[in-house]
């Protein structure tokens, strides 16, 4: 939920109240626990086809991938120098700002960082609300592919999360390369687990239940919805629909 902050009220001067007249009464401001909805949830139509739903769905995860751009940028990133771009190679400098940061569990992330994050994450978030509307909008008649096969496989939202990272990289060659920017490794166009999971930490509940969507008995894979190729650990294995 989005609160909308209350605009200051401006009162006016004791010089500029007519004497003998009570001051003009300014309207209330909102309380911070009423949350109007945005303008756009306002004006959301249903959905007339399965394809404008999917890329309203595609459209949030790629909010999603902004972020972690922004979070690689602004870590492993900052000490990467261009020419060494794609090869595995640790800085000194990428040293020295990792033993100048306290440690913060795996699935959690600084509070400065996240502060950046949040643009990102509060954008995705309002386009998840608008999809939310507008599927309430939609006629029963109006079969939506992408929800179809939530319903018929039972994913959950965050399971369905996992498999849209993984299509747009199949759907357009840019994902594909900003895969590889992300990984540090222009061959690695599709994502691994830790970095779905990474894309995904806005709305992932917590690193274990998040893991177990890619067990062997997990509805993603039992049901061949995606595919783990590799035989590194679980977190440096790569995903593909």
């Not at 771009?85 to 700002?97: F, I, L, P, Q, Y």
């Not at 994450?121 to 909008?137: G, M, P, S, V």
């Not at 319903?151 to 959950?156: A, P």
Request: proline residues 7%; charged residues 30%.
């Amino acid at each position: 939920m989005y609160s909308i902050r209350p605009r200051e009220q401006e009162e006016a001067s004791a010089d500029e109240t007519p004497r003998g007249s009570e001051r003009a009464q300014q309207p209330p401001s909102l309380p911070s626990s009423i949350e109007p909805p945005p303008e756009s949830l306002l004006a959301a139509s249903p959905y007339i086809s399965s394809d404008e739903h999917l890329w309203d769905e595609l459209g949030r995860i790629d909010r999603l991938i902004r972020a972690q751009t922004v979070r690689w940028k602004l870590t492993i990133g900052a000490s990467k120098p261009p020419e060494l771009w794609g090869m595995v190679h640790v800085t000194d400098k990428e040293v020295d700002a990792y033993l100048q940061t306290e440690f913060v569990p795996p699935d959690s992330l600084p509070d400065n960082l996240r502060d950046v994050l949040n643009e990102h994450w509060h954008a995705a978030k309002e386009i998840d609300l608008n999809i939310r509307t507008r599927l309430e909008r939609t006629p029963a008649d109006v079969t939506l592919r992408l929800e179809r096969l939530r319903t018929l496989s039972g994913m959950s939202d965050f399971e369905r999360d996992i498999l849209l990272v993984c299509l747009l990289p199949a759907l357009d060659a840019r994902y594909r390369r900003l895969l590889g920017y992300l990984q540090d490794d222009v061959s690695r166009t599709s994502p691994t687990v830790e970095l779905v999971l990474q894309i995904l930490h806005p709305v992932m509940r917590d690193l274990e239940s998040s893991r177990a969507c890619f067990d062997a008995e997990s509805t993603l894979i039992k049901q061949h919805l995606l595919a783990i190729n590799g035989d590194e650990s679980l977190s440096m294995r790569s995903l593909r629909v």
